[in-house]
């Protein structure tokens, strides 16, 4: 339901003024394994979120615009940090849009220690980092972090056991296109447990000295120095 009830394209241009890209899937459509296939997420429909709360039995029954099932309401607290300027920023657009579809949720802005320690702990409802997932290029690196049961930054506790055959089948393939398989396949099932939600994909700038030629700046995600990249003598 919360991600019928976000509106990723707002996010992006409205708060980050468009310097970033709006996600549709798990991770950013400039790498290889990321198709428009899979990668179309969950689109902004509000309807559709209430209608998804309305099936699990979650309704308004006393009108103060927060739903509830067996007289409980659905409130949620989020946990961020302020050392990323924007992860404030979007856990209120997070809290603004659940609040439409019926669902409270309290801010917790903590200093990033604490949200170490909740990680450890998993002492929190949602949590909102920032994560660099593919820094290669390539899926293996966050899969493995990720979305593995037992991955060191699985922070969330997602778990699905055909998921983590795949990933096991990624970690040992050598083949390209298998590994492109694989990876398309692993974004696939991960969207269809809705297990995230993934806001956007940040634009990266490079601030280079003019000496500096040959350095291409990727879309986003990873940078790549080559042996076409050079310094000339000062």
């Known amino acids: 339901a919360l991600n019928y009830a976000t509106n990723n394209e707002s996010i992006v241009n409205d708060l980050l003024d468009g310097y970033g890209n709006p996600a549709t899937g798990l991770m950013s459509p400039t790498v290889p394994y990321v198709t ?13 979120a209430k209608e998804l709360l309305k099936e699990a039995g979650y309704e308004d029954t006393d009108g103060d615009g927060i739903v509830e099932k067996d007289g409980k309401p659905l409130s949620l607290r989020i946990c961020t940090y302020s050392t990323k300027a924007e992860l404030p920023v979007f856990s209120q657009a997070l809290a603004d849009a659940a609040k439409q579809i019926g669902i409270d949720i309290q801010i917790d802005i903590e200093a990033y220690d604490t949200i170490v320690d909740r990680q450890e702990n998993g002492n929190f409802d949602l949590m909102l980092i920032s994560f660099t997932m593919c820094p290669e290029g390539d899926p293996q690196y966050f899969c493995d972090l990720a979305f ?87």
């Not at 428009?36 to 559709?48: Q, R, T, W």
């Open 36 to 48: 428009e296939e899979n990668s179309k997420g969950y689109p902004y429909d509000p309807d559709k």
């Open 148 to 234: 593995k049961t037992d991955g060191s930054s699985n922070y969330g506790n997602y778990s699905n056991a055909e998921v983590d055959a795949l990933i096991d089948q990624l970690d040992q393939a050598f083949d390209q296109e298998k590994r492109v398989s694989l990876a398309k396949e692993i974004q696939q099932k991960i969207l269809d447990d809705a297990g995230f939600i993934v806001f956007g994909h940040a634009k990266f700038t490079n601030v280079l000295k003019s000496s500096v030629s040959g350095c291409e700046t990727n879309p986003s995600e990873y940078y790549l120095i080559t042996a076409e990249t050079t310094m000339s003598k000062a």
